[in-house]
C-alpha cells in the first residue's frame, strides 16, 4: 500500500454515482493509526447494499465479495467519498462496482482513490430466503445506479 502524501490527485468518477459521504474518526483507525481495513469494508457493503436495495426493491444481503483492493491508506479526518454503480442484474442478484475515494484535510478539494470493490447481493424475503428480484424495466431503472454511458 503506498503511503506518499504526495499522490496526484485523480478525478472522481463521471460513470458512477455517489451513494455515500463520511468522515473516519479516531475510533476507526488500526494499531498503525490508519482507518482500519474492516471499517472500509463496511462502508463499501453499505454503499452496495443500497445501490441493489434500490434496484431490488426490497431486502438483499451480501453473498460474494469477488474483489477488494486498498491502494491507499485512509486517515483520520478524511473525507471519503464511496462512488458506485450496478454492472450486472440476474433473476435474484445485483452485482455493483464501488470506488472509493479520500479528499485528504489538508489538500481539500484533491482526491486520491483508496479503494475499489466489486461486490454481489441477493435479493431476500423476509424469511431470509433468495427471492425474484422486484427490478423496474430496463428503460424504468434509475439512471443514476447504473453506469453512464458516453
Known amino acids: 500500500m503506498a503511503r506518499s502524501p504526495d499522490t496526484p490527485g485523480v478525478a472522481l468518477p ?4 455517489l ?3 463520511v468522515v473516519p474518526m479516531p475510533a476507526d483507525c488500526n494499531a498503525n493509526g490508519d482507518i482500519f481495513g474492516g471499517w472500509v469494508m463496511s462502508q463499501v457493503d453499505l454503499a452496495g ?7 431490488a426493491g426490497g431486502r438483499m444481503a451480501t453473498v460474494a465479495v469477488k474483489e477488494f483492493v486498498f491502494k491507499h491508506p485512509i486517515r483520520v479526518g478524511d473525507v471519503v467519498s464511496f462512488y ?20 485528504r484535510m489538508s489538500r481539500q478539494g484533491e482526491y486520491v482513490k483508496v479503494t475499489e470493490a466489486v461486490l ?15 427490478a423496474p424495466a430496463p428503460d424504468e ?10
Open 49 to 55: 447494499c443500497t445501490l441493489a436495495m434500490r434496484l
Open 84 to 103: 458506485g454503480c450496478v454492472t450486472r442484474v440476474g433473476r435474484t442478484s445485483v452485482t455493483v462496482d464501488i470506488e472509493v475515494f479520500a479528499e
Open 14 to 17: 463521471a460513470d458512477k454515482s
Open 19 to 21: 451513494i455515500l459521504k
Open 120 to 134: 454481489t447481493y441477493v435479493a431476500i424475503d423476509a424469511e431470509g430466503n433468495p427471492r425474484a428480484m422486484n
Open 141 to 150: 431503472v434509475p439512471a443514476a445506479i447504473l453506469p453512464q454511458q458516453d
